[in-house]
T-cell receptor
Framework: DAGVIQSPRHEVTEMGQEVTLRCKPISGHNSLFWYRQTMMRGLELLIYFNNNVPIDDSGMPEDRFSAKMPNASFSTLKIQPSEPRDSAVYFC?????????????FGEGSRLTVL | QQQVKQSPQSLIVQKGGISIINCAYENTAFDYFPWYQQFPGKGPALLIAIRPDVSEKKEGRFTISFNKSAKQFSLHIMDSQPGDSATYFCAATISNFGNEKLTFGTGTRLTIIP
């Protein structure tokens, strides 16, 4: 079975450029989460969706970040304009809504470097 | 606001030894405490989890010890092996019928040396 698929795996861009990260959740999973991982702060929840509807975006750092989930099999996280402090590994995770509590299935991450 | 504090940041243990990672939480409403394991270049994966109605849960060489009064829980890896070398994250959440949000600790990089 395919797991959570993220693209790109690596992205290097210059400050001010737009960055779009993509995620395909596991088929049948209807909750999707975006996390950011840094050495200093560990794993931080940015936003999550249930049945394609954003439930909580309180972790989104600022208006430069936006996320969408147009259908059950695709989500994007966009940063515009990007800044060096956005450099991190961004993870997408999915689960079955009301499935086993606390069990998230993570993708392999998108490593973003903003110069 | 750090709701789950994890220590140590890094840990080196000899093969066959016991690895111990500690976490402390602040929110007494948390009622589910999973541990995730992350290998380099991979996403975290659920390893083991516990609810506060028990003080210990064991799965193979991995054991969670839970102290509700102290608001602390820890992961013990017995007979640590080089294949256990990874980053470990503790987490906590409030069960909410599908609307759970996991709050993670900052992670512990574990290295098992021969």
């Amino acid at each position: 079975d395919a797991g959570v698929i993220q693209s790109p795996r690596h992205e290097v861009t210059e400050m001010g450029q737009e960055v779009t990260l993509r995620c395909k959740p596991i088929s049948g999973h209807n909750s999707l989460f975006w996390y950011r991982q840094t050495m200093m702060r560990g794993l931080e929840l940015l936003i999550y969706f249930n049945n394609n509807v954003p439930i909580d975006d309180s972790g989104m750092p600022e208006d430069r970040f936006s996320a969408k989930m147009p259908n059950a099999s695709f989500s994007t996280l966009k940063i515009q304009p990007s800044e060096p402090r956005d450099s991190a590994v961004y993870f997408c995770a999915s689960r079955v809504y009301r499935g086993r509590t606390g069990e998230l299935f993570f993708g392999e991450g998108s490593r973003l470097t903003v110069l | 606001q750090q709701q789950v504090k994890q220590s140590p940041q890094s840990l080196i243990v000899q093969k066959g030894g016991i690895s111990i990672i500690n976490c402390a939480y602040e929110n007494t409403a948390f009622d589910y405490f999973p541990w995730y394991q992350q290998f380099p270049g991979k996403g975290p994966a659920l390893l083991i989890a516990i609810r506060p109605d028990v003080s210990e849960k064991k799965e193979g060489r991995f054991t969670i010890s839970f102290n509700k009064s102290a608001k602390q829980f820890s992961l013990h890896i017995m007979d640590s092996q080089p294949g256990d070398s990874a980053t470990y994250f503790c987490a906590a959440t409030i069960s909410n019928f599908g609307n759970e949000k996991l709050t993670f600790g900052t992670g512990t990089r574990l290295t098992i040396i021969p």
